[in-house]
């Protein structure tokens, strides 16, 4: 059995004029395949032939619809996000106060330590005073010269024969009088060749050394000479050799020289001297000296001076600073 609503849509179908061929077979279709397949034909052609402003409302309403929905799902979706912001502004702002604290904790911690009391040092005895002003004075001596080559026939010659050799301690004066005896038995050509190397290390080392001082100013030089001085006299050293050992700088000015030491110069330079002992010509000098005119001895005065102001000029350039105290480097005999 038919149902009303399929009854007046196969009504409708036949009573209109304009209705196509295949519709028109289908109207002729058997009753027992209308039966049975029926409801499925009507709705097809019910939704065929409905009318446009029906699908336009159903499809406003459905719109509508799924506004409203999509609407009430983001401001569902804007309230949770909302929800979920408060919450995190809230950990932030919970998180800053807890970091706030710490910070404030930390920066307490340093101040605390600062307001411990701090223990006074005790005084230095003497003897540690000393041992501190010795480690310094050693410090500014500067004692890590370039190591020197060797420079002569024979140190060559040593030093080619116990090159990577190793001799103990009980057989290395046996080994050295065995490399004597090979040193006076070489041959001529052989003292040569050990000559000539000596003679290119003296100029390796003297270009080593030099590149050594000019790595250091004219101050550290002159500063490292007072220390060596200070260590010598005060402890001794080191103990050997008994001369101190100063730097060369050839950039440090010269002292100047003194009248008296102008007059000696010309008198041993004029030959009145020659074949007499040191010490009964300086003698004499001393006394010519005593007995020289004040206008020769004039003379050798302004020479002193003019060697004193070229000595200063030369010391504010290189040192930097006003030159010490005059110190008499050779003093003229009084009479007796």
């Not at 061929?21 to 039966?35: F, G, H, L």
């Not at 500067?142 to 020197?148: G, H, S």
Request: hydrophobic share 30%; glycine share 4%.
């Amino acid at each position: 059995m038919l149902s009303s609503v399929g009854r007046a849509a196969i009504r409708r179908l036949v009573s209109t004029s304009s209705i196509t061929a295949s519709r028109r077979i289908a109207v002729s279709w058997p009753a027992t395949y209308t039966v049975r397949y029926g409801r499925v034909f009507v709705q097809g052609f019910a939704s065929a032939g409905r009318p446009k402003a029906s699908t336009t409302t159903k499809a406003t309403t459905k719109t509508s619809k799924t506004g409203k929905s999509t609407k009430s799902t983001k401001a569902t979706k804007g309230t949770t996000k909302a929800s979920a912001g408060k919450g995190r502004k809230k950990s932030t702002t919970t998180t800053a106060k807890k970091t706030t604290k710490a910070k404030s904790k930390t920066s307490a911690s340093p101040k605390a330590k600062g307001r411990r009391i701090k223990r006074k040092r005790e005084p230095l005895s003497p003897e540690k005073k000393l041992v501190v002003q010795r480690r310094e004075l050693k410090k500014t001596a500067m004692f890590e010269e370039p190591k020197n080559l060797p420079d002569t026939p024979w140190t060559v010659y040593i030093f080619e024969q116990t090159k990577n050799k190793t001799v103990l301690p009980e057989n290395l004066r046996n080994r050295m009088k065995e490399i004597s005896e090979l040193y006076k038995n070489l041959s001529a050509s052989e003292r040569q060749r050990l000559a000539n190397a000596a003679e290119q290390n003296k100029l390796s080392n003297a270009a080593a050394y030099t590149a050594w001082v000019e790595s250091h100013t004219p101050e550290e030089t002159v500063a490292a000479n007072k220390a060596r001085y200070l260590l010598k006299r005060k402890f001794q050293y080191p103990a050997s050799p008994h001369v101190v050992k100063l730097i060369r700088d050839h950039r440090i000015p010269k002292r100047p020289v003194t009248p008296y030491s102008l007059f000696t110069r010309a008198r041993w330079a004029s030959g009145d001297f020659a074949g007499r002992p040191f010490g009964e010509a300086a003698k004499a000098i001393g006394k010519e000296w005593l007995k020289l005119p004040d206008i020769e001895r004039h003379a050798y005065d302004d020479l002193g001076k003019a060697a004193r102001t070229e000595y200063e000029k030369e010391v504010e350039a290189v040192l930097h600073r006003k030159p010490s105290p005059r110190r008499i480097t050779s003093k003229p005999p009084s009479e007796e």
